[in-house]
């Protein structure tokens, strides 16, 4: 069965300044993908990246980028030069060849302070 | 860009009555999925759909639940009685595959509400 585990319901950090957000997962698959979505208070979902098991380097797009830690079973979510507009539900999820859905985590909830 | 679409963007419902949740899937996608996010928690699983059947679905997914593509661009989610706990964004999406790999894109969430 697979699982994903966010640990931090919530999370501040002041403009400007890099955050972590934490994902960890479990799969007996080997082939699996890694996305972090965001929501904002509007609801709707927003892609930010994806990371493949098989990918030898750390996903980045713009601002965001992902460590991956294949051993330690985590993924967690960098975003650098952090932005009012990043404070949303930040929402980890797992995808297996195979079962055609994603898991998700419970999120966590981003304050970004000026 | 190319974006999934849904409507009604809110529902109000009487508890025992059917609702019809619409999508309208990216237009070169294939894989369709329905989620649903109760206020305040993750979102999950509902069913997914290929080639006009249903290819997985989750325990939440029961026999009040249906999906349909009546046509081919809408996908549609239905509840036939809702209830209470039925309350929550549901969420439509599409992908161009089912691998690890592929992105799954969302529409805007429909939010259901039952009284």
């Known amino acids: 069965a697979q699982k994903i585990t966010q640990t931090q319901p919530g999370m501040f950090v002041q403009e400007k300044e890099a955050v972590t957000l934490d994902c960890t997962y479990d799969t007996s698959d080997q082939s699996y993908g890694l996305f972090w979505y965001k929501q904002p208070s509007s609801g709707e979902m927003i892609f930010l990246i994806y990371q493949g098991s098989y990918d030898e380097q750390n996903a980045t797009e713009g601002r965001y980028s992902l460590n991956f830690q294949k051993a330690r079973k985590s993924a967690n979510l960098v975003i650098s030069a952090s932005q009012l507009g990043d404070s949303a539900m930040y929402f980890c999820a797992m995808s297996t060849t195979g079962a055609n859905n994603l898991f998700f985590g419970t999120g966590t909830r981003l304050t970004v302070i000026p | 860009e190319p974006e999934v679409t849904q409507t009604p963007s809110h529902q109000v419902t009487q508890m025992g009555q059917e609702v019809i949740l619409r999508c309208v899937p990216i237009?070169?996608?294939?894989?369709f999925y329905w989620y649903r996010q109760i206020l305040g928690q993750k979102v999950e699983f509902l069913v997914s759909f290929y080639n006009n059947e249903i290819s997985e679905k989750s325990e939440i997914f029961d026999d009040q639940f249906s999906v349909e593509r009546p046509d081919g661009s809408n996908f549609t989610l239905k509840i036939r009685s809702t209830k209470l706990e039925d309350s929550a964004m549901y969420f439509c999406?599409?992908?161009?595959?089912?691998?690890?790999?592929?992105?799954?894109?969302f529409g805007p969430g429909t939010r259901l509400t039952v009284l």
């Open positions: 999406a599409s992908s161009t595959g089912v691998n690890s790999y592929n992105e799954q894109f």
């Open positions: 237009s070169n996608h294939l894989y």
